[in-house]
């Protein structure tokens, strides 16, 4: 066992647990990161090639999150010297009578975000010609997109953990965490042991499996594969669709929820993917084939008129969500026996890497200061849901 405890042990090293390892080195912190399969895998839920940034959700406690996870993204990517954000309008489209786009709208009046509510000839004119929406759809257009770069990030995230002092431990996947006086000790799969003052559990699909082992708490997170497709553009139209062109980061609330970010990882080819999946279990994934595809194809062929290849994507990408029942995160204190030695960051549900950095802020503070400064985290603490202990 190591001679010296570690003042922060964090388990997982998605974006998640990275931006937690950053965050915990840069304040002078002892850290520890480990990693159950090699940094920067691609069985989990923070690889990839890009995210969105938004700010229009119909959950307020949201908008303070993304606003400070901007400017934390900016600050992160000076520090490394390369580009992890790329900036982007957005829009939401969707029926202009149905409660979600009324929602929306509702959310930017009362926060002051600043928007246009767009009819589709106005939809039409604004990007070109590259968006077309049903006469009885709306779209809500607002300054605050993007795109974010995830295994860049991620690797970001480890290098400036790195750079601040953290070590880095991949392939060592824990088995058990076990409550001592001075904090906890983490057992890996190989028999390692490290002390640790206290423990943050950011272990992505795998974080109820490990929190029933070493509580008994059955959390209800459910991981769930999901498809990232990008689709061929027609040859002449490929620079309406790229980023820095105007065209924007796009949700659309119709038949299906799908999202769209412009053309930026591969060159003519659009990322269009459902916001669905279906549940797994992440040590034995089907890796099957893509949700809803008719629809997306559907979809696919009517909002671009065309312009895009709707007959199949050309590049498919699997990855994992993991899922709680009201779709909003957990993070709180594990409880019981631990109190507050451990932390938990979870059910992150397919929208929580856009708030990676301020995330990785709240996880260091819940741990080492036992509380997060100017941070609700009412609406992600364990104690919603109705949970006994199998133990």
Known sequence: MENSPFDVIIIGAGVMGSSTAYHAAKRGLNTLLLEQFDFLHQRGSSHGESRTIRVTYSQPHYYSLVIESYKLWQQAQ??????????????????SDGPIMRSLVNYCHNLGIPFQLLRPHDIAEKFSGSIHIPDDWVGLSNPYGGVIKPTKAVAMFQTLAYKN?????????VTDIKKTKEGVV???????KFRGKKCVVT?????SKLVKTVSGIELPIQPVET?????????????????????????????????????????GLIKVSVHHGSACDPDNRPWGPGVMMRELKEWVEEKFM???????????QSCMYSMTPDEDFVIDFLGGEFGKDVVVGGGFSGHGFKMAPVIGKILTELAVDGEAKGVDINPFRIGRFKITSKI
Do not use: C
Request: a negative charge; proline letters at 8%.
């Open 165 to 173: 002092g953290a070590v880095l431990k991949d392939n060592a996947e």
């Open 78 to 95: 000076t520090q490394i010297g390369y580009q992890i954000y790329f900036p982007a309008h957005h829009i939401d489209i969707g029926p």
């Open 227 to 267: 498809h990232v497709s990008y689709w061929r553009i027609k040859e002449g139209h490929e620079g309406k669709f790229a980023i820095g062109s105007g065209f924007p980061t796009l949700a659309s609330f119709g038949e299906a929820f799908v999202y769209a970010t412009p053309t930026l990882e591969f060159p």
């Open 203 to 207: 272990a992505g699909p795998w974080v």
């Open 306 to 316: 065309g312009m895009v290849d709707s007959r199949e994507p050309v590049v498919k």
């Open 186 to 192: 983490v057992v890996t799969a190989s028999g390692e």
